[in-house]
């Protein structure tokens, strides 16, 4: 076991070699955070890790005791109003109207392995020696409420999953009006905040500010996870780099509403949280109900932020994602979407699909425009049956026609999406988010389904299911264009509304959950205007997630380097594009656009048939190479080295390198052209100091030892008067990859 627990002093350590927890129950009973940090030697006491001292003008718990001030105390899951004025963690409404409550510690449980958590995703294991879990019970007797606490730390991960569950046990009810997944209060604020901030098309912007007194806080209220923050959030020493020094993650495993946050005290406690944002939750609970938070997970590194990023990487990628694509090289596509938009037929998507065969590329996706009457984006969302004009034979005859020519097929959907101009809208009218008497807003001419509701789920399955048995469907691209906005189901009563965002992302869960099981073969990809919902939550069901709509390969540098922070190689999809670019009308040479894209699951969108020969050539080439380092590329250990956030962000640099540390490959992105500069080098990470490595462009046998520490040599021509090539023509947007091969 690698919990430990200390009756006498009733303490509970959790740790694996790495990480250490400690949790202590106060002299009130309530639970007190002792440590949270490096391994540290287990002990019957720790009681010396709680800093008590006299607070004159504190209010305090013991008449006459100026020291126990829950106010001054690092706690564990904190209530509001008891002498602590911060920010709470949960807060329950009594039929009187009081938000008091004291939850005391009842009984605990420790157990090998790891128990799913109904109807939401989780971290798993597959035996029980992969993790040991706690949960503490605790009970409110005059509120009639019990409360446990679960943490699972694992064996193999520097990382410790945590979540929250109310029971109710008062005949008269309950409402719970806030419900965190986490909180640890941490006993200092020497720490820079990393977040995840973007927009549609600039999704995952690294910003780091430094912790200040106050509320510092990042969240989605748009019924997403959403582009513009991700849920997580990282706490660095000052002097951390991506290699070395301390860092604590903090991940959500949700894809809805969520608040996360850091409150520095004015004592300098920095007390981190995260879970459901409270703005439009309320949960009513009758006697015998209870409620599941979402799970966090919380990792600690010593070894910067790349330590922090692996951890979650091979977590994520091996115990989050499932089924029977969790373990298998993800398939080079090509999708329509770009190529044609919506203007295709039955003929121009044959064509494509024959080019793409001949190139070496293994699925292709038919995307928007395939069903219904859909010639442009204000009609047929919710009537998923095929367009006989484009396709005369339904998807099954394309299907069937591109999977004799050695391809697989893939489709397109938007399930939680409707369009007044539908056959599905105008019989239900009512199946939409919308409030009583108001306007209701949308989104790329379309309109939310109440997926809270069960016979709307039940509605979209079974038309999915259809086409999915009636055709050889290998993959599904999953789209969701639109947060949500008016948000009121005609299915609840007034009192029932605050259910209605967190049912919307179980109803959603709900269907991954049939079709996945019902279809276990089927590859997903989840899309969200690109990555509105790049998430944990997501992971579960579809193991790769469209990362961004702008497809442009110097954007995408920013992109993919901030995706990494937490999310794995293997779950970001990342194509080929055509020039000038959709987004930004950039001209990217194809070289540099697949030497981006090739990091994460690799494809193409573009129309194969519009370029050149001696482009086709070089397509054909990039397939060929993903094909053969792939496994490395998406199952391999990822370092940062570079950043495009730094300085001027000119330079790029990445690397990943096989678990057996014979092969790396190294990606470097200079975005514009330099002139008579110096010299350049970058150290590279995690190779064998003792292997010696082939380095393809330079053609050279090199230590690792001497790559990590002197560095690889990047300079080339642009050190004088540059009439080189390198990838293609000299100028802007040049790129290169080194393969490094261990020599026998």
Excluded at 136 to 152: K, Q, R
Excluded at 158 to 180: H, Q, T, V, W, Y
Excluded at 526 to 538: E, I, L, T, V, Y
Excluded at 722 to 731: A, M, Q, V
């Amino acid at each position: 076991m690698s919990i430990f627990y200390h009756e006498e002093q009733q303490e509970f350590h959790l740790t694996n070699g790495e990480i250490s927890y400690i949790i202590t129950v106060l002299r009130n009973g309530q639970l007190g955070q002792l440590y949270f940090g490096s391994a540290i030697r287990d002990r019957e006491d720790f009681s010396h890790f709680l800093e008590l001292a006299p607070r004159p003008m504190a209010p305090c718990a013991y008449e006459g005791n100026l020291a126990f001030s829950l106010e001054h105390i690092k706690q564990e899951y904190p209530a509001y109003g008891s002498g602590d004025m911060r920010n709470p963690a949960f807060t329950i409404v009594m039929e009187n109207g009081s938000r008091i409550s004291d939850f005391i510690y009842k009984g605990h449980r420790i157990y090998a392995g790891k128990e799913g958590i109904e109807a939401l995703p989780a971290i798993y294991v597959e035996k029980p020696d992969e993790a040991d879990t706690l949960e503490i019970i605790l009970e409110d007797s005059l509120a009639g409420m019990e409360l446990v606490l679960s943490y699972t730390i694992f064996k193999e991960h520097s990382a410790i999953a945590r979540n929250a569950r109310f029971i109710c046990k008062n005949p008269e009810g309950i409402l719970l009006d806030r419900a965190m997944s986490m909180n640890v209060d941490l006993p200092d604020k020497e720490y820079e905040m990393i977040e995840l901030t973007g927009a549609w098309s600039r999704e995952r912007s690294v910003k780091t500010r430094k912790l200040e007194h106050g509320v510092q806080s990042v969240y989605s209220m748009r019924g997403c996870s959403s582009s513009n923050y991700n849920p997580f959030l990282a706490l660095k020493r000052p002097q951390t780099m991506e290699n070395e020094g301390e860092v604590y993650g903090f991940s959500l495993v949700y894809s809805g509403n969520f608040l996360a946050q850091v409150e520095v005290d004015t004592y300098d406690v920095s007390r981190i949280m995260m879970g459901i944002h409270p703005e439009g939750f309320s949960w009513r609970m009758k006697d015998g109900d209870s409620f599941q938070t979402p799970e966090a997970v919380m990792v600690y590194s010593e070894k910067g932020l790349n330590g922090m990023s692996q951890t979650f990487h091979k977590l994520y990628r091996t115990r989050l994602a499932r089924g029977a694509w969790r373990d298998r090289t993800c398939p080079i596509l090509v999708n329509n979407w770009e190529a044609t938009y919506f203007e295709f037929n039955e003929e121009k998507i044959l064509k494509i699909a024959e080019t793409a065969k001949k190139l070496g590329i293994e699925l292709f996706v038919l995307d928007d425009g395939w069903f219904g009457e859909r010639d442009d984006d204000t009609s047929s969302l919710g009537d998923w049956y095929p367009d006989l004009r484009k396709l005369p034979e339904g998807v099954s005859g394309i299907a069937k026609k591109i999977e004799n020519m050695g391809l697989k097929f893939g489709i397109w959907f938007e399930p939680e999406m409707t369009n007044k101009n539908s056959n599905l809208y105008r019989a239900h009218p009512d199946w939409i988010l919308s409030t009583p008497g108001r306007k209701a807003s949308h989104g790329r001419n379309q309109y939310v389904l109440d997926f809270s509701k069960e016979e709307v789920v039940d509605y979209i399955y079974k038309q999915m299911e259809k086409v999915l048995e009636e055709a050889p469907v290998s993959y599904i691209k999953w789209d969701m264009n639109r947060c949500m906005s008016e948000v009121y189901s005609h299915g609840y009563s007034a009192g029932e509304q605050g259910r209605v965002m967190h049912q919307y992302i179980l109803g959603v869960y709900r269907l991954y959950d049939r079709l996945t099981k019902k279809f276990p073969e089927v590859l997903f990809e989840s899309c969200a205007s690109g990555g509105a919902r790049f998430d944990p939550g997501m992971i579960y069901y579809a193991p790769q997630c469209w990362t961004s709509d702008d497809t442009d390969a110097v954007e995408r540098l920013k992109i993919q380097y901030g995706t990494s922070f937490v999310y794995p190689i293997r779950s970001m999809g990342a194509h080929v594009s055509a020039v000038p670019n959709h987004q930004t009308l950039r001209n990217v040479p194809l070289s540099t656009r697949a030497n981006v894209a090739c990091f994460g699951t690799f494809g193409y969108e573009l129309d194969l048939n519009k370029l050149t020969l001696e482009e086709q050539s070089q397509v054909k080439e990039q397939i060929a190479f993903m094909k053969e380092y792939r496994g490395v590329i998406q199952y391999g250990t990822f370092y940062r080295l570079i950043s495009p956030f730094d300085g001027d962000g000119n330079i790029t640099a990445w690397m990943v390198v096989s678990e057996d540390q014979r092969t790396a490959l190294v990606g470097y992105y200079r975005i514009l052209q330099h002139v008579n500069t110096g010299y350049t080098r970058v150290r590279l990470e995690g190779l064998n100091p003792d292997f010696c490595y082939h380095t393809s462009i330079l053609d050279r046998d090199i230590y690792g030892d001497e790559l990590m520490k002197a560095g690889l040599f990047t300079s080339d021509a642009s050190s004088g008067e540059n009439k080189e090539k390198y990838n293609g023509d000299n100028g802007d947007y040049q790129s290169r990859i080194y393969i490094l091969e261990a020599v026998n």
